[in-house]
C-alpha cells in the first residue's frame, strides 16, 4: 500500500514563509511527476506546482517568484517552499504523486491535506 504524508502546515502572518514536505512510503517502487494542489473553501482544488524526477518545474501564476517545489529522489519527498505567503493563499495543501507501487502499478496518490492559514 503507497501512502504520501504530509508535514509542515500552520497559521502564519502575511510576508511569512512555510516549508511544506510530503513523503510517499509503503510499497513504492518508483515515483514520476510528484505535485502540491490546494484548495480553499468555496473553490475548486488547484494546482500550485510540480516537478519531475530530473528537476523540471511547473508553477501556477499566482505563486511564481514566491514558491519553490523541490524534492529528494532516494526518500521519494517533495518539499515546498513558499515565501512572502499572502492571504490568498490560505487553503488546505495536498500533496499528489504519480507512484509505481512494488507490483508493477501505476495510480495517483493523494496526502491527507495540511491547513496553511495566512493571516495577521
Known amino acids: 500500500q503507497v501512502q504520501l504524508v504530509e508535514s509542515g502546515g500552520g497559521l502564519v502572518q502575511p510576508g511569512g514563509s512555510l516549508r511544506l514536505s510530503c513523503a510517499a512510503s509503503?510499497?513504492?517502487?518508483?515515483?514520476?511527476?510528484m505535485g502540491w494542489y490546494r484548495q480553499a473553501p468555496g473553490k475548486q482544488r488547484e494546482l500550485v506546482a510540480a516537478i519531475t524526477p530530473i528537476g523540471s518545474t511547473n508553477y501556477a501564476d499566482s505563486v511564481k517568484g514566491r514558491f519553490t517545489i523541490s524534492r529528494d529522489n532516494a526518500e521519494n519527498t517533495v518539499y515546498l517552499q513558499m515565501n512572502r505567503l499572502k492571504p490568498e493563499d490560505t487553503a488546505v495543501y495536498y500533496c499528489n504523486g504519480d507512484v509505481v507501487d512494488d507490483k508493477g502499478l501505476q495510480g495517483y496518490y493523494w496526502g491527507q491535506g495540511t491547513q496553511v492559514t495566512v493571516s495577521s
Open positions: 509503503g510499497s513504492v517502487f518508483s515515483v514520476d511527476v
